[in-house]
């Protein structure tokens, strides 16, 4: 078999989920589509209906963040229009591809790839790709025992078919990916790839394709009818969007309340329901939202008693149980919709009935009647839904699909493809999203991550804050990344990399700001290299330290405060601690000594700085633990060390390196000895606070044994 084997490189790569820009996600290699737009684009034409076979492997040096234009039409003021958006950016990206086709249109493939017709770019055309290498290679299947198993060398699209016969040491990340259009002549509407991600490092062994230099070759093709006819009993949901995950997770909840195991509805990243259960889910729905029936009825006996048990029409406060317990439940994200119109809520405006059953049955009969125009309200469409990838679509979403991200589509303000087909049934699951997200004092949250749809429900339900505050939430966003690290490493660096909460605060009746926050590339090496060191005794202001470093605070004023806390312990002795730094303050206050494993924050914040210094940090910290057993040996000396703390820690509060280095030349006098060469480095910018908060720790550390250190440790946890 001969394949055209590709190398590109790009200094960036932008592979973006298209209905992530409210909240971006990002693929790590480009998508099959993506690819071939690239060979089209060398070629000079459109696709014309061939097919032929790629493999995508590749690597990155980084993932950042930053702001780029995106553009879109104004239809509505004719006009183009650009945003700024902050994205995710793969740096320096290299990729392998390798292409298998027929004999004549491998060449043309060649040939064009080496003579482009157009400039090639990838991923919206901001920077150039360059050609490193264009090779024929032979390629055979062979077949490898577990101890001939080798590490991929790059990161890797393993399509499922051929995942199913390779052994791995963990399990890959599910991608729907894009691949060739169905046809010539519809545009976006394309064949679909279901694609294993795997990491370098990951050792394979098994049925595997090797080019003739004893690379893996993992040639995809698109989901075949038989396979997508075999699955025909099921309703298939794809969780690959933040959206539909919330609403796939919603559906869970509303399937567990009814005592289904759901684990039999899940598949991967996918939502799988028999049909002859969809077909109960409208009113199953309906009793989710009804099902606190002893609240329900005191709402509506209270409504009523307030009344006075007569409904007047002419009253504009009149009762009316629909909109107190469906449409209430749905407006903020389906405003306007059949379930919300507010012509439908007229109609049971002024129900009452002592028999609360029989109102509540009336309302459950509305519901199911706005379901049933639901699926009535249909347009002539020839596209298959974006969302589910398979079905036929019947509408185009609009504002009452999901009325914070679709609510002017005729305007540029959201920046999505529009118009967006959608089919019936993903329609009526994204009225689910109102139970995915977790709501508290209007405002909803969302935690989505590119794994296991099961695991992303259970990480949504760590989201159910009881108390609203700031740090609450911070403190439930750690219990979501604390499971996160418990997951095998290949998938826990990525989806590290890749977890993002979504916030939703609706402003107005149709509007609603959509933020997202995600952990940096930076804070998920940090997390995964130290977090496991996080002093103990400090466990009282745990959340105030997870504050830190999600709002992007240095950990050096954090440190500094600490500090100021122990040193200065008369000054602080009635200090309330009511805000984050006064806890933190509070917490140096009821230490009883300091040991070495303040170290932490000084490590964790120079990870974060992409700085490698754990040799200056330790030798900091033992020359001042030297120079306090020094002054500790003259008792003339040992009453300077006091004041010798305070002038150190003011010089470090100013960042004044001078007064600093001075103090030091001083109090290595005293002692008739020479200052260690490397303070040096001290009077440089980049290592001032590392080198001076390392040596201010040792200078005010005890040596202790370790089990005594352990119960003091506890003790200090205690009072903190």
Same mark, same amino acid.
């Given at each position: 078999m001969e394949c #055209?084997?590709v190398?590109l490189?790009?200094p960036? %790569?932008?592979f ?10 990002t ?8 690819i071939i +737009?690239l ?6 034409r459109?696709?014309?209906?061939e ?11 980084a993932i950042y ?10 239809? *509505?003021?004719k006009?183009?229009?650009k945003l700024?958006?902050q $994205?995710?950016? #793969?740096?320096n990206?290299?990729l ?13 493939i060649?040939?064009?790839?080496r003579?482009p017709?157009?400039l090639?770019f ?9 050609v ?6 032979q390629?055979?299947?062979k077949?490898?025992?577990e101890?001939e198993?080798?590490?991929l ?10 995942a199913?016969?390779i052994s ?5 990340i599910?991608?729907?990916l894009s691949y ?6 519809e ?11 795997f ?6 062994? %098994?049925?595997?394709?090797?080019d003739?230099?004893g690379?893996?070759?993992f040639l995809?093709?698109?989901?075949s009818?038989?396979e ?6 099921y309703?298939?949901f794809?969780a690959?969007n933040?959206?539909?995950?919330s609403?796939c997770? %919603?559906?869970l ?5 009814i ?6 509805y899940v598949?991967e990243r ?5 049909k ?10 309906a009793?989710?939202?009804l099902?606190d !029936?002893?609240g329900?009825?005191?709402s509506?006996?209270n409504s ?5 048990n007569?409904?007047?029409p002419?009253?504009g406060?009149?009762?009316?149980p629909?909109k ?12 306007d ?5 507010p012509? =439908?809520?007229?109609?049971l ?8 059953e029989?109102? @509540? ?8 009647e ?5 699926l ?31 609510a002017?589509?005729e305007?540029? =303000?959201?920046f ?12 009526f699951?994204l009225?689910?999203t ?7 004092k209007g *405002?909803?949250?969302?935690v989505?991550?590119?794994d ?5 429900y259970?990480l949504n339900? &760590?989201l159910?804050a009881?108390k ?7 403190g ?14 290949q ?7 890749n977890i993002?909460? &979504?916030?939703i605060e609706?402003v +107005?009746k149709t ?11 930076n ?15 400090l466990? +009282?202001?745990?959340?105030?330290? #997870?504050?830190?470093i999600?709002t992007?605070r240095?950990l050096y004023?954090?440190l500094?405060?600490l500090l100021?806390g122990?040193? *200065?312990?008369?000054s ?5 601690a009511?805000?984050?730094?006064a806890?933190? $303050?509070?917490a140096?206050?009821?230490m009883?000594y300091?040991s !070495?494993n ?6 964790f ?5 992409m ?18 057993? @020094?002054?500790?040996?003259?008792? =003339?000396t040992?009453?300077?060390l006091?004041?010798?703390t305070?002038?150190?820690?003011e010089?470090i509060?100013r960042?004044d390196?001078?007064y600093?280095i001075?103090n030091?030349?001083r109090?290595y006098l005293e002692v008739?000895?020479?200052?260690p060469?490397?303070?040096?480095d ?6 001032f606070s ?20 352990e119960?003091?440790? +506890?003790?200090?946890s205690?009072?903190?």
């Amino acid at each position: 078999m001969e394949c #055209l084997r590709v190398k590109l490189y790009s200094p960036t %790569g932008i592979f973006k989920n298209p209905l992530s820009l409210k909240g971006i996600e990002t693929y790590p290699l480009p998508p099959y589509s993506t690819i071939i +737009g690239l060979i089209y684009r060398a070629m000079g034409r459109k696709w014309e209906g061939e097919h032929f076979q790629i493999s995508i492997q590749g690597e990155y040096e980084a993932i950042y963040r930053d702001y780029v234009w995106f553009k879109k039409h104004n239809f *509505k003021d004719k006009q183009l229009e650009k945003l700024p958006l902050q $994205v995710p950016i #793969l740096h320096n990206l290299r990729l392998l591809i390798h292409i298998k086709a027929e004999g004549e249109l491998l060449e043309k493939i060649e040939e064009a790839l080496r003579n482009p017709k157009e400039l090639l770019f990838l991923s919206g055309g901001e920077y150039p790709v360059k050609v490193e290498e264009l090779k024929k290679v032979q390629c055979e299947e062979k077949q490898l025992s577990e101890e001939e198993a080798f590490e991929l060398f790059l990161n890797a699209y393993i399509p499922k078919q051929l995942a199913e016969k390779i052994s791995t040491a963990g399990k890959g990340i599910l991608f729907n990916l894009s691949y060739f259009y169905k046809n010539s002549k519809e545009k976006k509407a394309y064949s679909w790839v279901d694609a294993y991600y795997f990491q370098k490092g990951t050792k394979i062994y %098994g049925s595997l394709v090797l080019d003739e230099d004893g690379i893996p070759v993992f040639l995809a093709e698109p989901i075949s009818e038989e396979e997508r006819k075999s699955e025909e009993e099921y309703v298939r949901f794809y969780a690959g969007n933040w959206l539909m995950a919330s609403a796939c997770v %919603g559906a869970l909840k509303v399937l567990e309340y009814i005592g289904e195991d759901i684990k039999n509805y899940v598949e991967e990243r996918s939502l799988k329901i028999p049909k002859s259960l969809w077909n109960k889910l409208p009113e199953i729905y309906a009793d989710y939202l009804l099902k606190d !029936k002893e609240g329900l009825k005191r709402s509506l006996e209270n409504s009523y008693k307030e009344n006075g048990n007569e409904i007047n029409p002419e009253n504009g406060n009149e009762i009316n149980p629909y909109k107190m317990f469906i449409s209430s439940r749905l407006l903020d994200f389906h405003s306007d919709s059949l379930f919300t119109n507010p012509r =439908r809520i007229e109609r049971l405006k002024g129900v009452y009935s002592e028999d609360v059953e029989e109102v @509540l049955k009336k309302v459950k009969e509305s519901f199911l009647e706005a379901h049933n125009k639901l699926l009535e309200k249909t347009k002539d469409i020839s596209s298959t839904c974006f969302f589910c990838h398979e079905r036929q679509a019947k509408n185009f979403v609009d504002a009452t699909t999901f009325t914070p991200l679709f609510a002017s589509l005729e305007t540029v =303000r959201n920046f999505i493809w529009d118009p967006i087909p959608i089919c019936k049934e993903c329609e009526f699951l994204l009225y689910f999203t109102d139970i995915g997200f977790h709501k508290n004092k209007g *405002k909803y949250l969302f935690v989505y991550i590119p794994d296991n749809l099961l695991e992303t429900y259970r990480l949504n339900l &760590v989201l159910s804050a009881e108390k609203d505050i700031e740090q609450e939430k911070l403190g439930k966003v750690w219990n979501v990344v604390k499971h996160v690290l418990e997951l095998e490493k290949q998938k826990s660096n990525w989806i590290l990399q890749n977890i993002y909460f &979504v916030e939703i605060e609706r402003v +107005g009746k149709t509007t609603a700001n959509i933020c997202s926050f995600h952990i940096s590339p930076n804070l998920a090496d940090a997390i995964r290299k130290w977090i496991d060191k996080y002093p103990q005794n400090l466990s +009282g202001i745990f959340p105030d330290f #997870l504050f830190y470093i999600y709002t992007g605070r240095s950990l050096y004023e954090f440190l500094f405060l600490l500090l100021s806390g122990f040193i *200065k312990k008369d000054s602080y002795k009635k200090l309330n601690a009511k805000t984050v730094e006064a806890r933190i $303050v509070k917490a140096g206050n009821n230490m009883k000594y300091l040991s !070495k494993n303040l170290l932490f924050f000084i490590n964790f914040q120079e990870e974060l700085n992409m700085n490698k210094p754990e040799d200056f940090i330790n030798r900091a910290f033992w020359a001042g633990r030297e120079l306090k057993r @020094l002054y500790g040996e003259d008792e =003339r000396t040992n009453k300077k060390l006091e004041p010798l703390t305070y002038r150190l820690l003011e010089a470090i509060r100013r960042k004044d390196k001078e007064y600093f280095i001075h103090n030091l030349i001083r109090a290595y006098l005293e002692v008739e000895k020479e200052i260690p060469y490397f303070f040096k480095d001290a009077l440089n910018d980049k290592n001032f606070s590392m080198i001076a908060y390392s040596f201010l720790i040792g200078l005010n550390s005890e040596e202790r044994k370790e089990r005594e250190q352990e119960n003091d440790e +506890g003790e200090a946890s205690e009072s903190s």
